[in-house]
Nanobody
Framework: VQLVESGGGLGQPGGSLRLSCAAS????????MSWYRQAPGLERELVAS????????YYANSVKGRFTISRDNAKNTVYLQMNSLKPEDTAVYYC?????????WGQGTQVTVSS
């Protein structure tokens, strides 16, 4: 099982970044997928999640209206489009797949928002 995040890096305040998470080794289309983030000294927090069929989404209040989660089950990939970036979005971003009690995590990708 692998979840590999990509697309992180340095973003400008007000700018955009798009994260991708490529999955392999499990039946991706059966799993709900989520993005979490963890800033230094803080607990890991849920940013956004999407149901297995993509019809249902959830966003943390802090990113609602700025971030969009989506998935392509044909490509076994989940995305996080991040717009109107703020310095407080700086964190390591992780993707997670879960189905009932089974959960898989990626290794994380660093996002830094700074001018």
């Amino acid at each position: 099982v692998q979840l590999v995040e990509s697309g992180g890096g340095l973003g400008q305040p007000g700018g955009s970044l798009r994260l991708s998470c490529a999955a392999s080794g499990f039946t991706f289309s059966s799993y709900a997928m989520s993005w979490y983030r963890q800033a230094p000294g803080l607990e890991r927090e849920l940013v956004a999640s999407i149901s297995s069929n993509g019809y249902s989404t959830y966003y943390a209040n802090s990113v609602k209206g700025r971030f969009t989660i989506s998935r392509d089950n044909a490509k076994n990939t989940v995305y996080l489009q991040m717009n109107s970036l703020k310095p407080e979005d700086t964190a390591v971003y992780y993707c997670k797949g879960n189905l009932f009690s089974t959960a898989y995590w990626g290794q994380g990708t660093q996002v830094t928002v700074s001018s």
